[in-house]
């Protein structure tokens, strides 16, 4: 090797070497608190709709997972609940898991009334069902006004019911392609809410995220 070319390198690595710690750059696979807390809330709010929608195909088709995929769903707004926590207290924990799996035993009397075609029992679902959104998200903008402001907040939950409502019916109907569209329609909006609740907490509790 040419000698200049040695002396180059050796330059360059005790360069390096003279490096403090601190200034070589963590690899980018690490996630800071607020990525990883925004990514873990995404996730549950994602497994909220997966699960939904495999009630809903398993109670359409009388499959016998149903209430496997039930037993899940509702595990889903426990940990929904948990995640709360740490910021807000067990109490309130408590009390979003408890409004929340109101919601999905609502939603599911709500598609065993579509399916029988019952009118009159579809309708009182689905206004408890719309009740019970605008609790949700009445307690949410309680807990922070400021990143959740009550008319927003009542607008993503109802927007929430009417995709599902979508893609319920596309399904009742057969519309396979309406029915994939519907869930990608839930699937876009939910992550939308999922990330202004994880940027609503880490404002609100910024010290928990440094």
């Given at each position: 090797?040419?000698?200049?070319?040695k002396?180059?390198?050796?330059?360059?690595?005790?360069a390096?070497?003279?490096l403090p710690?601190?200034?070589?750059?963590?690899?980018?696979?690490?996630?800071?608190?607020?990525?990883a807390?925004?990514?873990?809330?995404?996730?549950?709010w994602?497994?909220?709709i997966?699960?939904?929608?495999?009630?809903?195909?398993s109670?359409?088709s009388?499959?016998?997972?149903?209430?496997?995929?039930?037993?899940r769903?509702?595990?889903?707004?426990?940990?929904?609940?948990?995640?709360?926590?740490?910021?807000?207290?067990d109490?309130?924990?408590?009390?979003l898991?408890?409004?929340?799996?109101?919601h999905i035993?609502?939603?599911?009397?709500?598609?065993?009334?579509?399916?029988?075609?019952?009118?009159?029992?579809?309708?009182?679902?689905?206004?408890?069902?719309?009740?019970?959104?605008?609790?949700?998200?009445?307690?949410?903008?309680?807990?922070?006004p400021?990143?959740w402001?009550?008319?927003?907040?009542?607008?993503?939950?109802?927007?929430?019911?009417?995709l599902?409502?979508?893609?319920?019916?596309?399904?009742?109907?057969?519309?396979w392609?309406?029915?994939?569209?519907?869930?990608?329609?839930?699937?876009?909006?939910?992550?939308h809410?999922?990330?202004?609740?994880?940027?609503?907490?880490?404002?609100?509790?910024?010290?928990?995220?440094?």
């Amino acid at each position: 090797m040419d000698h200049k070319i040695k002396l180059i390198l050796l330059i360059a690595l005790l360069a390096l070497f003279s490096l403090p710690a601190n200034a070589v750059a963590a690899p980018a696979t690490n996630a800071t608190k607020q990525d990883a807390f925004q990514g873990a809330m995404r996730k549950l709010w994602e497994d909220h709709i997966v699960w939904t929608r495999q009630f809903v195909v398993s109670a359409v088709s009388d499959a016998p997972d149903k209430a496997a995929a039930t037993e899940r769903l509702l595990q889903n707004q426990v940990d929904i609940g948990n995640a709360i926590k740490p910021f807000y207290g067990d109490a309130a924990g408590d009390r979003l898991t408890a409004l929340l799996k109101d919601h999905i035993v609502t939603a599911a009397e709500l598609v065993t009334a579509l399916k029988a075609n019952d009118k009159a029992k579809a309708e009182s679902a689905q206004k408890r069902w719309f009740a019970n959104a605008d609790e949700i998200a009445g307690f949410l903008s309680s807990a922070n006004p400021k990143a959740w402001p009550p008319a927003e907040m009542k607008k993503m939950m109802r927007e929430h019911l009417e995709l599902t409502t979508a893609e319920v019916a596309a399904r009742l109907h057969g519309d396979w392609t309406a029915d994939i569209a519907a869930f990608d329609n839930v699937h876009t909006q939910i992550l939308h809410m999922a990330d202004m609740l994880s940027a609503g907490i880490i404002s609100q509790f910024p010290k928990k995220f440094e």
